[in-house]
């Protein structure tokens, strides 16, 4: 009568006994005595086995703004990804609460606003009156951050394309978080993005852009640094701030405001993590999501939450309202992420109502890649996450 035997528990017992039967030898070999067991190392076949890898994603801020948000999202502990902070600020960078650190441009040359360029001085308010001035042509000022100028973040970041390099290496996806308009942040993402596409990995940029009130000039800088990084990132997440201002309440204070950018970085790098790397009701694969994304070049993100009876509908239809922070409207879009995120209790039903609700939103031809996963946020609550482009 044969025996049936699994085989991974069959090679398991195998590997065992033939350990033990080392030991065995190695004790006779000691002067335990002759002990002849009558077995011998059975000489089976055994399989190479390749377990599944989890998906590497990275999430990089990059300069004062992206290394803000890094934290915000380390605070809200945004699961299955990886943080970096970036900066040629050395002091910021040591107030980051990433895993790793990099500190970029330690050589690169600076030119202060404050300093007059063009008769290569620098001008000083001397402690007791009167001005003095004294010579600063190309002088290095390791870790003083970028000067507010883009031209030094980007240097910065090409002088030390190896140690970015090393930063991403084997990355599947890697989010670059920045806000545009200052030094570092809008100079160096650009060629963050340009090394990841070199190694072939999935390049995310998540952007802000400033607000009126911070000047023409800083306005110009970030629209200049958004059109580099859409040339060289596969896909490119903007969040309008001017429109957040335009919704502002004379109520609205300062950390409002910031804190509404904050929520909306944050849900944008937490869906494809949360696809990926939490087990759901309905699964998504790392493969379709590389398809994906390259389409929504210049992609918005929304986010709702429901409650109540009407859960479904209301989240489905605050996620939609919510895209006017990042651009606008999503209809024929070339793709969306859909993402989903409930009790038990979340039904068929349910599904089905914010799928339908979304789809009328966007355009029947557009693709989208959905899933669903449990959460505990509480009682009938249900939570609607997109992400969408064109």
Not at 56 to 62: A, E, L, M, P
Request: proline share 5%; aromatic share 6%.
């Amino acid at each position: 009568m044969g025996v049936l035997y699994d085989r991974r528990s069959f090679l398991k017992g195998s590997l065992a006994l033939c350990a033990g039967l080392t030991t065995l030898g190695g004790l006779r070999r000691s002067g335990w005595g002759s002990m002849d067991t009558g077995w011998s190392r059975p000489s089976l076949p055994i399989e190479k086995v390749i377990l599944p890898r989890a998906v590497d994603i990275r999430v990089v801020g990059v300069g004062g703004a992206g290394c803000t948000s890094v934290e915000g999202m380390i605070r809200a502990c945004i699961h299955g990804v990886n943080f970096i902070a970036i900066h040629t600020d050395e002091g910021a960078l040591s107030r980051s609460s990433a895993g790793k650190h990099l500190l970029i441009g330690t050589d690169t040359p600076r030119n202060c606003h404050s300093c007059t360029a063009m008769r290569g001085e620098w001008a000083v308010q001397h402690p007791y009156g009167g001005i003095y001035s004294a010579p600063y042509s190309n002088k290095r000022a390791p870790g003083c951050g970028a000067c507010d100028d883009p031209r030094v973040g980007r240097k910065a970041a090409e002088d030390d394309v190896a140690a970015l390099a090393a930063t991403i290496i084997g990355a599947d996806i890697v989010f670059i978080v920045a806000g545009l308009g200052d030094g570092t942040g809008t100079g160096a993402a650009p060629v963050i993005a340009r090394i990841a596409r070199d190694m072939s990995i999935l390049s995310v940029g998540l952007v802000s852009l400033p607000f009126r009130f911070e000047g023409e000039a800083r306005t110009i800088r970030a629209q200049e640094g958004l059109s580099e990084l859409e040339t060289v990132a596969d896909s490119v997440i903007t969040i309008q701030t001017p429109s957040i201002l335009a919704k502002a309440t004379p109520e609205t204070t300062i950390e409002d405001a910031f804190r509404v950018i904050d929520d909306a970085m944050r849900h944008a790098v937490a869906v494809i993590p949360d696809i990926l790397t939490i087990p759901g009701f309905v699964a998504v694969d790392y493969h379709d999501v590389r398809a994906l994304v390259p389409k929504m070049r210049r992609a918005t993100v929304g986010y709702g939450v429901g409650h109540g009876t009407h859960r479904a509908r209301d989240a489905a239809h605050a996620s939609i309202v919510s895209l006017l922070l990042t651009g606008g409207s999503i209809r024929d879009a070339a793709g969306m992420i859909l993402h989903i995120r409930g009790d038990f209790h979340f039904s068929m039903d349910e599904l089905a109502s914010i799928i339908d609700t979304v789809t009328s939103a966007v355009g029947a031809d557009t693709p989208i890649l959905y899933s669903a996963i449990p959460a505990d946020f509480g009682p009938d609550i249900l939570q609607v996450s997109l992400m969408a482009g064109r």
